[in-house]
């Protein structure tokens, strides 16, 4: 009786110890396909379930965190002119000064306005919504590099200053990003004329999406066909020309004058950057000109050194775009799939073998690494000969993102609502960097840190300077196409997609 306890108990034990090892081996696999950029099924049910806590999030928020009037009146306000028929930009005012938005904003506005009735409550459900667009959107982005790992997307959902840009300051801002990130959406997806058209409607509601320009002339110059950018160029300035009209026309000066003030100079008081000089030293020509060279120094960097490094520089890169031929760059399509196995075995040994193990792929004898069934992602030679090294969705978002944080980098005034310009662009940037992965979370932590500091203080903004240097420096390291990334890329040369 005594032994069959103990076989009874024995038997018990290793049945435990079995169910253990089961939820071990469980959880390791699960840990193992969050950390893996490749496990497509896992980015999309980590976003899905991210977006459903975000919804619920939202709801909460705007029931039970007070709302703070900053900017809705003065919108309110604004395009009330505009509804009762006024037309002359210099009249339409709020209660925090003159109209300085281009006319998209004013159409916005002026539907939102009819929609809500001017309730805030309303309009916060709208920007709740508008959240969640632009969170799937970024989501999307993300997963269509490859190059993050699903948890990282729990990141995108991590700020509390970003929740009470949207939420509880409801600024024109959000939809300005918000729409910049679908025209970069459709970038990735090489509709090279209706990107260009979205990031002309995204700067009908704020200019500051213009510091993405850049970075997508550099993805047309290297991916696009001609004709194509011509006529996204024709259609989005058409597209300002059309939404400016009812004001261009009786009153030209002063809407130009009024929705593109390029000179126009924020407020010392409410600037996160540059609290550490003297107010006068912060409105000095000497800065804005010393920034300004800074800007055009980085893009340039960033240009000769990674965007454009494959076709030898901007310079080249220019000619080549003019001089490609149509019949060149469908040569180019059809070139045997040698052309895209000599593109990857420029990758090294080493990287190759990492990104075997990273995403799944194989290493040929040559070194170079090639995914699994990946012939649709090495880039074979355009139509002038030049090939890059990454993947086409990760090398359109790294392009667009950097030259957006060149531009913030350099800005004068960063406004605590500016940070929604960027906020999405940092996880990607700084953890595909050459920074260790403790110090890229390290500073996306300080960076929430000193939007959280209010009023500005000379110390939030000496670190965010240091940490904006910081996130451009690693991203001037960091590789892409010509610069030696991994392996894989777009679907080879020069389309003719709209």
């Known amino acids: 009786m005594a032994r069959t306890r103990l076989q009874t108990s ?21 840990f193992a396909r969050l950390n893996n950029p490749a496990d497509r099924q896992a980015q999309l049910m980590v976003a899905a379930a991210l977006l459903v806590v975000e919804a619920a999030l939202c709801f909460l928020i705007i029931q039970q965190v007070p709302y703070t009037e900053i900017d809705w009146e003065a919108y309110m306000q604004e395009v009330t002119g505009f ?10 005012k709020g209660g925090t000064g003159p109209l300085v938005y281009p006319a998209g904003f004013v159409y916005l506005f002026a539907g939102l306005k009819q929609l809500t009735a001017g309730s805030v409550v309303a309009a916060q459900y709208v920007f709740a919504g508008l959240y969640l667009v632009t ?14 790992p699903p948890w990282s997307l729990a990141l995108l959902c991590a700020s509390r200053r970003l929740h009470s840009i949207f939420l509880l300051r409801l600024f024109n801002d959000c939809w300005a990003m918000a729409v910049a990130y679908i025209a970069t959406l459709a970038l990735q997806s090489r509709r090279w004329v209706t990107a260009v058209v979205l990031y002309s409607l995204a700067v009908s509601v704020k200019m500051n999406v213009l510091l993405m320009a850049p970075g997508v002339l550099a993805v047309l110059l290297k991916f696009a066909w001609p004709p ?15 939404l400016g009209a009812p004001f261009l026309l009786p009153h030209p000066r002063s809407y130009v004058s009024r929705a593109f003030e390029f000179s126009r100079v924020f407020t010392y008081k409410w600037s996160v950057n540059w609290q550490l000089l003297p107010e006068p030293y912060f409105l000095s020509r000497q800065l804005a000109i010393g920034l300004l060279l800074l800007h055009l120094r980085l893009l340039w960097s960033l240009a000769q050194q990674q965007w454009l490094k494959a076709e030898g520089g901007v310079w080249p890169a220019l000619r080549r775009f003019f001089g490609c031929s149509p019949l060149a760059a469908v040569a180019a399509r059809n070139r045997p799939a040698s052309a895209a196995a000599a593109a990857a075995a420029e990758v090294s040994g080493a990287r190759a073998a990492e ?42 978002l ?42 890229a979370l390290a500073t996306l932590a300080a960076i929430e840190l000193v939007y959280n500091v209010y009023p500005p203080t000379p110390w939030a903004s000496l670190l965010l300077l240091a940490l904006h240097l910081l996130a451009m420096g ?12 991994a392996a894989s890329s777009g679907k080879g040369g020069r389309v003719k997609h709209t």
Not at 135 to 148: C, D, E, N, P
Not at 228 to 242: H, N, R, S
Not at 374 to 386: A, K, L, M, P, V
Request: glycine letters at 14%; charged letters at 15%; a positive charge.
């Open 135 to 148: 969170q799937a959107t970024v989501m999307a982005l993300y997963i269509r590099t490859a190059s993050l």
């Open 10 to 30: 024995r038997g018990r034990s290793r049945a435990g110890g079995g169910g253990l090892d089961q939820l071990v081996t469980a959880l390791a696999a699960a």
């Open 228 to 242: 194509a950018v011509l006529a996204g160029i024709a259609l989005g300035v058409l597209l300002q020309l059309g």
């Open 474 to 485: 690693a991203t001037l390291k960091a590789r892409v196409w010509g610069g030696g990334a």
């Open 355 to 396: 990104v075997k193990q990273q995403h799944g792929g194989r290493v040929g004898s040559s070194g170079g690494a090639v995914s699994a069934g990946s012939s649709r992602d090495i880039q074979t030679e355009d139509c002038h000969g030049s090939h890059g090294s990454s993947s086409f969705e990760d090398g359109v």
């Open 398 to 439: 790294f392009v667009v993102f950097s030259s957006n944080l060149a531009g913030l980098v350099a800005s004068r005034t960063i406004h605590y609502q500016f940070y929604c310009w960027y906020f999405h662009t940092l996880p990607f940037l700084l953890l595909r960097s050459p920074l260790p992965r403790w110090l």
């Open 83 to 92: 509804l009762q028929g006024e037309r002359d930009y210099e009249q339409l």
